[in-house]
Structure formats: C-alpha cells, structure tokens
C-alpha cells in the first residue's frame, strides 16, 4: 500500500534521562540524516528538565525536540506543571497528551486531555494524542468503543493533520515486550481513520496515526506496513541513540 502521509518516528524518554544523557540525544540528532530525514519527522521527548539544552543540541538537525506533557492552562498557581507556552518557549515543537501512564497515575479524563491538546494548539504546539485500550478492555471487547469515546473525548474540535497527531498505544503492549497481532493493529487504524474522516473530514484523512507499543528495530518495519500506520510512538527503545537510530532506519522501505 502506497501512504502519502508523511510518516513520524517519536520516542518518548518518560521519566529517564539526566544531563549525562545528553551524548544520547546528540547521537540521535547526528544520525537522522538526509535522504531519509527529508521524507520523515523525527522527534524526542525527553523530560522538561533537558528541554532547553536538548532543542539547542538540535539546532543542526532535522530531530525535533517535545515535552511529554503540558498543563491546561497558559501559566498560574499549578505548582510543579508546566505549560504549552513554556514547552514553545524552550522551542519544543510538539507535545504528548494523554499517554495511558498520565492517564492512569494522574486519573487524566478525556476532557482533561482534551483541553490540555487544546492548549498546546494554541501555543503553537502539535499535540501528540494517546488512546489505547486496557487488557481487561480488550479481552471484553471493548476495544473500538474505547477508541471511539477516548476519540471523541480526547481531539479538541479544531484539530488539523497539522497541529495533530494520534498515537495508538494498547495499554497492555506498552513497555511489556508484547505487540498486537498485524491484523489487530489494522483494524484498530482503519477503525480510527474512519472516525477521524467522520468527524474532520480531508483534516482526518491526513492525520497521523501512530502506533506506540513495544516497537524495536525488530517488529518496525511490520508494524509500518500496516495500513494508517503513519509511524511510530516509542518508549524503551528510544532511550539508547543505537536502538532509536534501528528503527529509523527501518522507515526506508515504506520509501524504497
Ligand atoms: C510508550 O510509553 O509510549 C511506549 C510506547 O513505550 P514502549 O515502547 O517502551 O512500549
């Protein structure tokens, strides 16, 4: 299948990651090299404390730099959180919200993720969406309705394939080493660009739709062969420049 969407490769460091860290982040930089770098994005999220000093790194590469989270509102008495704006001040390029982590530990609804998407678009930001579903959902069926109602409830109104990207991460596959079958994962895609195209119409047909979930340079190219897989949310595996570096190579056959 030919894609015209232009693919994203996105690692996030969660919470790892200290300046010693910062030789990784350089190598990833340096490595993302033309021809690929001009058919691809690439980008990194490390945590906020090496957000300044990773975008500076960045400066001569193609690598764009993101935040992993952002709060809702532009600045205020929200001890320890941080805005859109900041990430913009920082030239953070991009944000993730909702991630099932912030999700779950956090107790982030829906509209929370929404509005804090909403904020990042209005700083500037592309707001990296997360939705997924749990293992009990998806033993019991609920799999799509998830997906429709984290959807729905998730992607501001405003949403363009320019300011939006939606990561499909499966809760259960995440950092367990345990990635759905190809069949799954294109049903999944399939399932959720027709409800972007519902809901946004040409913006929803061209939004990227990321898969996220245990993805290493061994399991990349499949996954990207999959139909609405327009590239890939990665944790572990984006931490060592080496591993990072693998899986952006495994994007040459979606060109060749
Ligand atoms: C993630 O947390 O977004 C993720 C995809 O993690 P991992 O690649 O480690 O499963």
């Excluded at 404390?49 to 600045?75: E, K, M, N």
């Excluded at 809760?171 to 799954?184: F, K, L, R």
């Amino acid at each position: 299948m030919t894609k015209t969407i232009r693919p994203l490769l996105a690692g996030n460091w969660k919470m790892n990651g200290t300046r010693a860290s910062l030789d990784q982040i350089k190598a990833i930089a340096d490595g993302v090299k033309a021809p690929l770098s001009e058919k691809i994005d690439t980008l990194l999220c490390p945590p906020a404390t090496l957000l300044y000093v990773a975008t500076a790194l960045c400066d001569d590469s193609p690598l764009a730099i993101g935040a992993q989270d952002c709060h809702q509102q532009v600045s205020g008495a929200y001890t320890g959180d941080i805005s859109a704006e900041m990430i913009a001040d920082c030239f953070g390029t991009h944000v993730i919200v909702g991630h099932s982590e912030r999700r779950r530990n956090h107790a982030e609804s829906d509209m929370l993720v929404r509005a804090k998407a909403q904020a990042a678009h209005d700083a500037g930001l592309i707001a990296i969406i997360c939705i997924g579903e749990t293992a009990y959902e998806r033993n019991s069926g609920q799999t799509l309705d998830v997906l429709k109602r984290e959807l729905i409830g998730s992607v501001p109104d405003g949403a363009t394939a320019a300011t939006t990207v939606i990561a499909y991460e499966p809760v259960w596959a995440i950092g367990t080493g345990v990635v759905p079958t190809s069949e799954d994962v294109e049903e999944a895609h399939a399932f959720m660009r027709a409800e972007l195209i519902e809901r946004f119409g040409k913006e929803g047909a061209n939004m990227r739709i990321l898969y996220g979930g245990s993805v290493s340079g061994a399991n990349a190219r499949s996954l990207l062969d999959i139909p609405h897989v327009n590239g890939v949310l990665v944790g572990g595996q984006s931490l060592k420049a080496v591993d990072f570096l693998a899986i952006y190579a495994a994007f040459e056959r979606q060109f060749a």
